[in-house]
Nanobody, 114 residues
């Protein structure tokens, strides 16, 4: 099991940017898939982006071209750079690490509003 902690959420205007960070209690690359999900009020948690064991990124269609997932070389920290934010991106964002079992962070709130 690995402990994960997100940071970097906040309030931003439409068109703005935020960078989320997820710090793991130990190195998790390349043994685990690193991912970001989000959950908006009244909706189910949905996939946003992931880095597979080979380091290749995958994105939900709704964020392609706007969000970028990356990691530190140490394998303990990974990020979600979010540009051109829209009100529809408002949600609690969760990072996760998956390898058979999925460990989740506690989430960080992102609010996009004018």
């Amino acid at each position: 099991q690995v402990q994960l902690a997100e940071s970097g959420g906040g309030l931003v205007r439409p068109g703005g940017s935020l960078r989320l960070s997820c710090e793991a209690s130990r190195s998790i690359f390349p043994t685990k898939v690193m991912a970001w999900h989000r959950q908006a009020p009244g909706k189910e948690r949905e996939f946003v982006a992931a880095l597979d064991a080979g380091g290749s990124p995958n994105y939900a269609e709704s964020v392609k071209g706007r969000f970028t997932i990356s990691r530190e070389r140490s394998g303990k920290k990974f990020f979600l750079q979010m540009n051109s934010l829209e009100p529809e991106d408002t949600a609690v964002y969760y990072c996760s690490a998956h390898s058979g079992v999925t460990d989740w962070g506690q989430g960080t709130q992102v609010t996009v509003s004018s």
